[in-house]
């Protein structure tokens, strides 16, 4: 538990595996029995990581197939440890000895080699690529199958890429249909173009830019959630600075609430439908730590990506010398496209993990005869 | 370790108590033994709660006093679990049975009664309430008095309030010798006069202000933090979404940084002083998760104290009615000025915790002779 | 977490406190919602530890009167953290300076010496005194209150002390009725007789007796423990353990079943009142680490006390020398007695803390009406 | 962490796959950076699992062929998890479909069944068989390769099979030499082939014989373990009773302690070679749950395998009817020669937690040049 490789108290997740190395994979443990579950339900969720104009990210990489190890039995999940992963097929270690001594700003490559004493895993970033993302979306489909079946949908989206902003109040329909549609997977397909325009430019010019994510989650019950340090929020934001770029989280008003008064950041609570709701929802969803039973509302800016082809100024370790690096390898010009699974998933990994604990979802789900 | 109540790995912080029951307090366990500590060194961070001018917060309450229970011998820490509270004095529990079946807005009152069936605490807020934070300032008292030793200093300081913000370059002398002397917390003496006015404005229309409260840890050696899941940032922000009332946090750039080209926001290397530096920190003193010897930066965005006297829309929970609420009791038209401590506090918590596991802080500290 | 001073995963006990200290606590964290709980509830089980017969123990100590600090409200838990403590009267400190250098043997002394670079409380043992067992039977209590509401009943008793054996077969409603009347807590009185004589043999030549006690759970349902590691033998197990003289744990026929065979060793199912049963219990209700719906049965044998009159050989630590050493003070000639109510209760916190893990107690008691 | 398929707090191992499944692997996260190892290393220890005499255990299986699939890199581990696993070739599924109603006596089938409201892979006992033990020694390999760097070494052996006793003390070079020559594990060579002639005595008749295993860890250093619950001994029972068919631990002079005097069990301190040491060891190396210096010294009474060919008395569970079961597929008549080596691993794993917590362990292990 110490080493941060695992998280979650109920529905724990486990990552392994390197950029460069044989593979990337993640246990899941403590799902409940009886969730039908198969490998296709995974490879669906990883899939949405393929962009659909590989122009506006790097090369295209072969499609990752999903294994699954453990844990399922005749099409259901026995509550043993799934195992799930795929393996590496275009590692290309070689490219990456110039990271060795000369860290690339903006990535972990010189804490990192602090850290372990020169032992770490440098090729592609090892362990610190965003490729172990990949982990997350797998652990996040079986999160996603598991809150399926007790009404709760997730759903993460673009909202801004490199200053092109959505203006507009989005539907919900708009972004159930057009997120995983559109190239930049923004649910406003007109502003869409803009933003992919803004990555081409940036792209053109051997540069990178970055971009907010929201993600709503619908029909979270009241009560999931724990008072003083696991609150919902706290767990949500944990799991977002967890994802590699993710500079900023805020639920809600967000940081516009800093600057509301009480009387018009408070939600008012009403009878709508004979149940209680807010009438707005400053909140985010979120109360003392605790769902409201409002939709949770959450946004995560993302800073531009690290890997840019311009040459940018860095230190030779090694002679302790200051020098110059060109990046070199596959870039994405802009990592928000590939996010917005990513975050899809890791906000349904929390919620999975509270509903568990909350008791929303038990143990054992009996099966349906 | 499911309840939420408990937090860290190395350095474990349980809170316990209840806003109107006996006392607030808290068990620190994982501290190594022999630190010199005192009831003093607690008592003076929990005094920094205590407000310069009655006026900008609620009615003046009795000064609490610290007492440790257990943990410490002979002056120094022992390793053993240190308990420490403070006695409820000025409990008032009467005057929140209007709370019982009609949840003020913007507080936990209602998904608590959901989650636990009726049975919750709700005077004052209970375990919800802000006044639970005296708990993470003794925790973080110790956790400073840790982190001194190690050479790291963590400050925070307010940087907004009530849409007055801090625009010039804050020194660092001037966070030292300020912070404490002004009664909003903030370094700019010039800012805070109009913060203060600000404040008193709200409260005089019976509402409330937020802001948002910066905080620098210094000289935090390279490679604390762990990779994937208990990354140093996401640390940070979990606990600080555990302090009741933030709704944003940031590192470095924030939330700007999604608008930054990669080249602008990439800190780029360069030697001084025989060490590697960056000669930018938009990252805030964390890559990968891990920090990078640059000075921690994050913020946190506080909303505006959700108590205000104002009227205003709610639900009788036990009728099922709609119905006004007119919230009683002493409220703080903004909570900022004492959430300067607070995150201080909480923000040296996760820093003693993390330079514990990675090693950086031995598990005894011999006694110097 | 790391620290060691807290256990469990829903049902958490953290202690703290030292042997001549203020006081001896504990923070009992995930208790249910709803149940009904008072300060008497938990001093009738702190009660048990107090001798019938005082001679047969130590010099007679003050009674305990145990005080509730937090997470009971109008007479039921709240699901808020309880915290619960004993303060220490009797402290006389002085009398341990001898300790300080010179470690008794077959206490902690020397270890913790070592261990924690001379920090160690060292009086009457600190946080390694037997003393610190009152913690284990106050959270206990509360743990024996939340099975009792789903009928589960623990009841631990010596069976040997000193040599002196329980031969027959000790009846439910012997076990029952007995125990606590019975100064050496053997429901076999006629047995009991013997051990207290060993007993009072022993301290007349300065030395002391150990003995075993034997603990049975009933009515615990099919299905509590986890696979794999947190199997429930292997957290019982672990709980004995952590009580200081335990040396040796068994379930069901224990260390006799390495010379049986299969066929007299396994517990053949049968189906009696139209439920699945086993016709013997050699496994001690626990297969492949989860409960089989039978009887848990575990015993534990308990070293004898290894503080007595008698001279020993130890040494000076400070000076590096061979020396004797005569242990002053307070000494129970058997602490089998007073292991009972402590051996019941630790394994009463393992089955609530399963209990609640198995989903079969839930996160709220719902009030009946 | 809460499904109990993981363990230990630094050094943290996570087991997954099933007996009949495509695999049996492990995560092992937290092992420091730096350390040298190879999948030679896990192969040797996993080989030990294999009986030099087929004829004393089940019908030969194939060897298992260990693959690493993250977490070294360039020969040294990188601090990042170690993934490991071994195929499974030999999975017979088909031959189970028996037990999937009617419970085996002795094994999980039964409680596994009403926990996991029937979604269990019940094939030749799914997760709850004995073949997840390769997942412990493939643990156990890397903590041993880390111990030894540290000059600790860890060995188990059989002192007692079917009735057979070693009466004679071994030599700690005999140890050594002996153990893995021998079929049943046994360093005494005289007594292992009484203890052969029992193992096949009880397989001609249908039946089967458990034992005791002994294991020594030497030159553990003072100071390891943690007071209150996460004591070494307690650490290791818990562990011991994770391996299946453990149903007996003990420390030391064990069970026997308690029918000796204080003055006859506690261990006197001396000075030998300038070091604090203890003239007797009936403590078994840990006071106070702190290693004391002296050999660890813990034993661990194993049942009878319950797969025997006698027909035995069970239940139709889809019937609800009694019914009469004669266990098919490969049997064990003995388990002991395999535990030898997984109780040598477990106690390893929980030895590299503890002395990693304790700090003697570094978190990098910086290259000797």
Known sequence: MLAGDAIGKEFVVTCFGESHGRCVGVVVDGCPAGLPLSERDIQEEVDKRIPLKPEIVSARREKDIVEVLSGIFNGFTTSAPICTLVWNKEAAPGEYDQVKDTPRPGHADYPARIKYGGFTDYRGGGRFSGRMTVAFVMAGAIAKKLLGLFGVEVLAYAIEIGKVKVEKKLKLEEIRSNTYKCAVRCPDLERAKAMEESILKAKSEGDSVGGVVECVALKVPVGVGEPIFDSLDADIAKMLFAVPAVKEVEFGAGFKAAQLRGSENNDAYAIRGGKTVTLTNNAGGVLGGISSGMPIVVRAAIKPTPSISKEQRSVDLSRMEET???????????????????????????LADHMLRAGVIPKVLREEK
Chains 1, 2, 3, 4 share one sequence.
């Open 324 to 350: 110059l690096i060109r990046v070199r390898g596959r870039h994405d010009p802009c990592i928000v496209p590939k996010a917005v699974p990513v975050i899809e998933s890791v906000v349904a990994m929390v």
